[in-house]
């Protein structure tokens, strides 16, 4: 079993930056993806970002260019570095953790990132 536990949310100005860590707890030896999720108020949640065991990493379209996934400074931390945020980033973050490509097992409880002027 893993646990995960999201830090770094806040509120934030259009165009500012947040860093999102997620730390992973418990049987993390077999973690193999990562993933950033995010959930908007009316709406689906959606995979904002995502990294492998081998490091190839995903992201939407409507985040390329502006948010980094990486490794954390320990084996069982990974960050999701958001800059240029816009309004429409507004939404509770996720971190995921699972056992193959696209498959995730463990979830944290959600932070909540607010972007407005």
């Known amino acids: 079993q893993v646990q995960l536990v999201e830090s770094g949310g806040g509120t934030v100005q259009p165009g500012g930056s947040l860093k999102l860590s997620c730390a992973a707890s418990?049987?993390?030896?077999?973690?193999?993806?990562w993933g950033w999720y995010r959930q908007a108020p009316a709406k689906q949640r959606e995979l904002v970002s995502a990294?492998?065991?081998?490091?190839?990493?995903y992201y939407a379209d409507s985040v390329k260019g502006r948010f980094t996934i990486s490794r954390g400074s320990t084996e069982n931390t990974v960050t999701l570095e958001m800059n240029d945020l816009k309004p429409e980033d507004t939404a509770t973050y996720y971190c995921?953790?699972?056992?193959?490509?696209?498959?995730?097992?463990?979830w944290g409880p959600g932070t909540q990132v607010t972007v407005s002027s």
């Open positions: 995921a953790a699972g056992t193959g490509d696209g498959v995730y097992d463990w």
């Open positions: 418990g049987s993390i030896f077999g973690i193999y993806t």
């Open positions: 990294m492998s065991r081998y490091a190839r990493s």
